[in-house]
């Protein structure tokens, strides 16, 4: 079993900039993929952006430019994203996941973005 625990989410004014992390820990075999979905009162839960073992990225197009995420370069089962820039319509749940190889999900960290 995986564990994921996530820290850093909270309240900021738009514009302002937020760091959330994910640690993953348990029987990890082997990470391929890890990165963040979010999901906004009345949505669908949505991609945010992913991180491969060997460092290629992806962004959902809402993100790019003001958010980018990085995993621990040591351990490499840690992730983190950080928000920039931030809008009111960033403001969701954000959940981090990591494939080892199936996939497991962290409880999630409320970011509010307020206008």
């Known amino acids: 079993q995986v564990q994921l625990v996530e820290s850093g989410g909270g309240l900021v004014q738009a514009g302002g900039s937020l760091r959330v992390s994910c640690a993953a820990s348990?029987?990890?075999?082997?990470?391929?993929?890890m990165g963040w979905y979010r999901q906004a009162p009345g949505k669908q839960r949505e991609l945010v952006a992913t991180?491969?073992?060997?460092?290629?990225?992806?962004y959902a197009d809402s993100v790019k430019g003001r958010f980018t995420i990085s995993n621990d370069t040591a351990k490499k089962n840690t992730v983190f994203l950080q928000m920039n820039s931030l809008k009111p319509e960033d403001t969701a749940v954000y959940y981090c996941y990591v494939d080892s190889p199936i996939r497991y999900w962290g409880q999630g960290t409320q970011v509010t973005v307020s206008s």
């Open positions: 348990g029987n990890i075999f082997r990470i391929n993929n």
């Open positions: 991180v491969t073992s060997g460092g290629t990225t992806n």
